[in-house]
């Protein structure tokens, strides 16, 4: 019974997309005539796709697209005879009509890109048409990828409470180095890992930049520094919030997890703000002991989680702001999310003494709604 009705759908939305595609078919050919009496610079003063997205409420790349098409539909009548019959999709034409353009007056392989078209999904299609491109025109495609790296921009805009907002745009090759180095930290760790997909690409963004690494020297880690007074450093109820150099405020469990791990100068000043004592910089872990930790623990300690050990960061099983000391028996190696997870997040990490960890979940808060008065 499921799978008549299922089958019945299928048929049915077959139908329908087959329906929109000659609908898209007549669209662009509207367009096209009306890109050919350039309506929107005589309108407008803008370009026809750009009138026409505006007109018709479309996204400026639909708007090109139907454009496109239409100004293409004539070079390309087998294609377009493709669609009408149901053999190919209209989206198979829109990526032939942008490579057609692209190409220009050089020779276009419309009958074998036409051929694979029947034969393959669009997402492979378009793939073949980047490789048909390429072939008829080698310099053209690196002039437009030049173009397109040219065109690389990221904004950062940081918000009231600290938060910083991340737009922009990359070409395809650096999009795809990024992807690439962002996917394989970005794995779920572990099955209590319930972040989805996008807040883990942010942690790896994020953990990306905390621990990137030179050829030349392994682990060079960026600075980023944290001004905090002794009693935000030790926990003290009641101390100012650590801030970093934008600004932004850092809470005090952060400024633990942190000094886990990283450089410390002392700055002493006067009742009147005046510095008068500047130490020098001293690392928590030593090189040395750090080699000693990588050594040992080869990744992160976490149960499950094997992030390389120099991507990790030295944790203080007894914290040091406590007090507890910087030695192999009271350090253990955590990846980023792990470390932000005993700090931040509260859960437990207990080390024994035969090196055996054991991790545990933090309480569930149970916090009481609030009542309404009670009835006279």
Known sequence: MVANRVRALTEELRLVIRERDLLSLRASSLAGELARESAGEAIADVSTADWIRHELNLGYQAACDLVRVGLEMDSLEDTVSAVAEHEIGFQHLVFMARTKHQVGAKPFPEEHLLAEAKEVSVGRFWHLCQQARHA???????????????????????????????????????????????????????????????????????????????????????????????????????????????????????????????????????????????????????????????GRDQHCRWPGCTRPATWCEAHHVIPWVQGGPTNRQNLVLLCTRHHWQVHEGRWKLYLYSDGHIEVVRPPIDFVAMPRAPTAA
């Open 136 to 294: 008829a025109d080698a310099a053209g495609m690196a002039r437009a990828q030049g173009w397109a790296v040219e065109g690389r921009a990221v904004r950062m805009n940081q918000q009231e409470d600290g938060s910083v907002t991340i737009s922009g745009i990359l070409d395809p090759v650096g999009g795809a180095a990024v992807r690439t180095a962002l996917e394989p930290l970005a794995k779920r760790a572990g099955k209590e890992d319930g972040r989805g997909h996008e807040r883990r690409l942010a942690d790896a963004l994020v953990e990306l930049a905390t621990h990137a690494m030179d050829q030349a020297t392994p682990r060079q880690r960026p600075h980023l520094n944290i001004t905090a007074t002794l009693g935000t450093v030790f926990m003290v109820p009641g101390s100012a919030a650590a801030e970093m150099e934008l600004g932004a405020p850092v809470c005090d469990v952060t400024v633990a997890r942190i000094a886990c791990d990283c450089s410390v100068t002392r700055h002493v000043f006067s009742p009147e703000s005046v510095l008068i004592d500047l130490g020098r910089e001293k690392r928590v872990v030593s090189p040395k002991l750090r080699k000693a930790l990588e």
